[in-house]
T-cell receptor, first 114, second 114 residues
Framework: NAGVTQTPKFQVLKTGQSMTLQCAQD?????MSWYRQDPGMGLRLIHY???????DQGEVPNGYNVSRSTTEDFPLRLLSAAPSQTSVYFC?????????????FGPGTRLTVL | AQTVTQSQPEMSVQEAETVTLSCTYD???????LFWYKQPPSRQMILVIR??????QNATENRFSVNFQKAAKSFSLKISDSQLGDTAMYFC???????????FGAGTQVVVTP
């Protein structure tokens, strides 16, 4: 198993550009999430999904879109990038069936918006 | 809204010694989950330990243990016999779901010195 993979690892955008951060997992996990990590802060939840076709907003959803067409993939779309979206983005997944289930995090994508 | 507070930005400890990280949280829920995550310089998020609020017994994982005080809404992490590999940022996190939707504190940087 590759676990949770994220692409790209690094990205530089200009203000107003759009892009998609990719996240994939090969563990047949139902639950997937996107977080952002800003300097001096913990991770904050952007969007999450409890299964294919089901998504919901987290703490900081503005400026981001998500969809979940398959169990494996959960892309995060920036519609019109702003400097305030400069951050490290983490994708996470979990099976979610048991109380002792572990949430697995991807390696992160460092995004800079100029 | 729930909040998670880590009041110690940085802690330094010598190898083989013990260090305790503090975490307090605010919630009106009776059932919830608390976590400690480790983020080494590689940026990977690694689950260290988890506690279910309905369990009175404190969780332990090898050299890591917690002191969970539900009434005081306190969840401290003790690292015993500290090792150089324990150097990392440690995040306390809260969730009403066992599988995710985490709310993180700002983190405590732990530096283990020889």
């Amino acid at each position: 198993n590759a676990g949770v993979t994220q692409t790209p690892k690094f990205q530089v955008l200009k203000t107003g550009q759009s892009m998609t951060l990719q996240c994939a997992q090969d563990m047949n996990h139902e639950y997937m999430s996107w977080y952002r990590q800003d300097p001096g802060m913990g991770l904050r939840l952007i969007h999450y999904s409890v299964g294919a076709g089901i998504t919901d907003q987290g703490e900081v959803p503005n400026g981001y879109n998500v969809s979940r067409s398959t169990t494996e993939d959960f892309p995060l779309r920036l519609l019109s990038a702003a400097p305030s979206q400069t951050s490290v983005y983490f994708c996470a997944s979990s099976y979610g069936r048991q109380l002792t289930d572990t949430q697995y995090f991807g390696p992160g994508t460092r995004l800079t918006v100029l | 809204a729930q909040t998670v507070t880590q009041s110690q930005p940085e802690m330094s400890v010598q190898e083989a010694e013990t260090v305790t990280l503090s975490c307090t949280y605010d919630t009106s829920e009776n059932n919830y989950y608390l976590f400690w995550y480790k983020q080494p310089p590689s940026r990977q998020m690694i689950l260290v330990i988890r506690q279910e609020a309905y369990k009175q017994q404190n969780a332990t994982e090898n050299r890591f243990s917690v002191n969970f005080q539900k009434a005081a809404k306190s969840f401290s992490l003790k690292i015993s016999d500290s090792q150089l590999g324990d150097t990392a940022m440690y995040f306390c996190a809260y969730s009403t779901d066992s599988w995710g939707k985490l709310q993180f504190g700002a983190g405590t940087q732990v530096v283990v010195t020889p």
